[in-house]
């Protein structure tokens, strides 16, 4: 049973997670060969404050890894 694990600094609302976890199990179970109900996915949210880059963490860096805003 394969688990794809994703760790986000950035929390996105419930569809945007729905569309995520649908099309990773999609990508994965055709690349891999598998059939897509044995594949599980989980992400995990993170506050800003609790990743660091270069020594800072996103919160207090201003970066944002979005690529809409």
Not at 24 to 31: F, G, I, Q
Not at 51 to 64: E, K, P, R
């Amino acid at each position: 049973m394969p688990l794809i694990h994703v760790l986000n600094a950035s929390p996105r609302d419930a569809e945007t997670k729905r569309q995520l976890i649908a099309e990773l199990t999609e990508t994965y179970a055709r690349v891999m060969e598998m059939k897509p109900g044995t594949i599980r996915v989980v992400i995990q949210e993170l506050p800003r404050e609790n990743w660091g880059v270069g020594g800072v963490t996103l919160a207090d860096s201003g970066q944002d890894e979005s690529l809409t805003s």
